[in-house]
């Protein structure tokens, strides 16, 4: 047990229907065990490993292949070895949804475990929904794998509207400011970036003062930020990777554009302190993770040990996260394992994580909600409560 600290027909005709019913039974019951043996559960996980979203991927993997070891290691989950197949996807939704048909067809994984991103969510999310395979912890906030509940979806992380509604709060809260504006991704991450933001507006009688876009996947942002000088906001909340992110914040300090400048936990906090360098100082970041240096939090010293010399930051602690739900629901299914069996185990499932409780019912499929403030200083997030 791991303790952690942080839900009138003829007779022949008879026989005949019979054997039809059979058959068509059984591929049902093959595909509730597909990825499932005596000694081995298979788990597909399509992520960006490359690319300007590359960061988020391959620390996200590195923290949960991390706990997969260790539970390994000790003879897996009910003698179950977990096998991890891991994909790049670029960060690019038609790669990510040939990925997931080749997880799902042709591997035959028990379940979807770890994908990056919202555009990417958007295509593989619909193809693992069809299958009846469960799509487990992606990376993102997005609304639309929350709201309304999918039985096959699970989340752990906190929404863009948990993330953007603390955003909104502090800034008019502690500072009074009355002028935010976005600068958003381009695609679906962008909009449910948005979409919290005008949601968090709205509930004071606010609205946006300006908004402009980058293209995923490029750094092509000067267009944008000529459009938000032009409104000349006190606030500008960023939804992108890392590398766009730091690109805005070094162009806007080359051009003595300095509103507070605030970024969604996708951000990727590592790779934005190491691309944006001194010209990210003062940026706030929200996060969805405890503060993974802190080894007076229980988890975090376990996540800081298991991980043995990799990165510690906040996106391989929450893979790390992620890979103990997954074994605390493989555990709860018991020893006969089926993807029926396992979705109940998840909504009946509570668990303690960093001094915060992962909880699911069949109504509620987000496990945490909580949100951590933290600026960049000194080339570090330090946790804050205000501005």
């Not at 005596?38 to 391959?58: F, H, K, Q, R, Y």
């Not at 603390?166 to 976005?182: H, Y």
Request: glycine fraction near 10%; proline fraction near 4%.
């Amino acid at each position: 047990m791991i303790t952690l600290s942080f839900t009138c027909l003829g007779r022949g005709f008879g026989f005949a229907l019979l054997a039809i019913t059979s058959l068509a039974i059984s591929p049902l019951n093959a595909l509730a065990a597909d990825g499932v043996t005596d000694v081995e559960v298979t788990i597909g996980m399509a992520n960006a490993l490359s690319g300007p979203a590359a960061g988020l991927g391959t620390d996200l993997k590195a923290g949960a292949v991390a706990y997969i070891n260790k539970v390994n290691a000790a003879g897996g989950v009910h003698g179950r070895k977990i096998k991890l197949l891991s994909v790049d996807d670029g960060y690019e939704p038609d790669r990510c949804a040939a990925a997931t048909r080749k997880f799902i067809e042709e591997d035959k994984v028990f379940a979807l475990f770890g994908y990056v991103g919202t555009p990417t969510s958007t295509a593989a999310v619909a193809i693992a929904s069809r299958a009846g395979v469960p799509y487990l912890f992606p990376f993102t906030g997005a609304e639309f794998l929350r709201n309304p509940v999918n039985k096959w979806v699970f989340n752990v992380r906190a929404s863009y509207f948990d993330e953007t509604e603390a955003m909104v709060e502090r800034l008019t809260k502690d500072l009074g400011v009355k002028k935010i504006a976005i600068f958003i991704q381009d695609d679906a991450f962008g909009e449910a970036g948005k979409a919290g933001v005008a949601r968090a507006l709205s509930k004071r009688n606010m609205q946006l003062a300006g908004e402009a876009r980058f293209k995923r996947n490029t750094l092509d942002v000067e267009e944008g930020l000529t459009k938000l000088k032009a409104v000349m906001p006190d606030a500008v909340i960023m939804v992108g990777p890392y590398k766009p992110v730091a690109a805005i914040l070094k162009k806007a300090k080359a051009s003595g554009f300095s509103p507070k400048f605030l970024t969604v936990s996708f951000v990727g906090t590592a790779g934005l302190i190491k691309e944006s360098g001194v010209d990210g100082e003062g940026t706030y970041v929200t996060q969805v993770m405890p503060v993974p240096t802190d080894p007076s939090v229980a988890l975090v010293k376990q996540y800081q040990a298991d991980l043995q010399g990799g990165e510690i930051n906040y996106s391989s602690l929450e893979g790390y996260v992620d890979a103990v739900v997954l074994v605390e629901g493989l555990k709860k299914a018991g020893k006969t394992l089926t993807r029926a069996s396992f979705v109940a185990a998840l909504e009946s499932l509570s668990t303690e994580v960093g001094g915060a409780t992962v909880t699911y019912s069949a109504s509620k499929h987000q496990g945490l909600s909580q949100v951590w403030l933290t600026q960049l200083k000194g080339g570090k997030a330090v946790l804050i409560l205000r501005f």
